[in-house]
């Protein structure tokens, strides 16, 4: 019984604690053009951290990725790089600012990627911007949709490859 008391006490305190940090999730699902001959176009799926940082900005970081390209799929933690290629990447790390509005509230983000290893590195800008949907005042479950234009570069050979997505899902803050 005493075991129970201590594990309800210790998940009372958690919850509480997460209630009053400004943390976030956000699940999407979206479908990304590529701009470079042989790249092929592919469906993803993934799950970010959201914290804010001041007001209406917040910090938006990748945890997981699951790619689905040509009949294969491919998952990294957050990085663009997938797991077991012995690569060293950053987690995706956005910066986005929401404009104050009623029931459609935009916003726009900017954010970086790094990764390298077996000889190459790559560098992605992202560039985009989207509207969250207010269900209702108090709603903590927000439904999204954004459109995003990263830019990689790759080293060698110095290859550029513009990628063209569109991401909708639920996000909870």
């Known amino acids: 019984m005493k075991k129970i008391l201590v ?9 509480g604690l997460y209630a009053a940090l400004p943390l976030g999730l956000e699940f999407g699902a979206g479908y990304s053009i590529t701009t ?10 993934e799950a970010s951290g959201l914290i804010q940082i001041y007001e209406n900005f917040y910090a938006r970081a990748g945890l997981l990725n699951v790619s689905f390209i040509s009949g294969e799929s491919y998952l990294n933690a957050g990085t663009g790089v997938p797991i077991g290629t012995g690569c060293i990447a950053s987690p995706s790390l956005d910066i986005m600012m929401f404009f104050n509005a009623e029931q459609t509230i935009p916003y ?9 290893g077996g000889g190459w590195t790559q560098t992605n800008f992202r560039i985009g911007g989207g509207a969250e949907f207010l269900l209702s005042q108090d709603a903590h479950m927000r439904p999204f949709v954004e459109l995003l234009i990263d830019i990689n570069h790759q080293n060698p ?11 909708g899902g639920i996000r909870i803050k």
Request: without cysteine.
């Open 36 to 45: 470079k001959e042989g790249h092929p176009d592919y469906f993803f799926l």
């Open 7 to 15: 594990v309800l006490s210790v998940l009372s305190i958690f919850s």
């Open 157 to 167: 050979g110095a290859i550029t490859n513009n990628v063209i997505s569109a991401k």
């Open 108 to 116: 726009a983000l900017a954010g970086l990627l790094f990764s390298t």
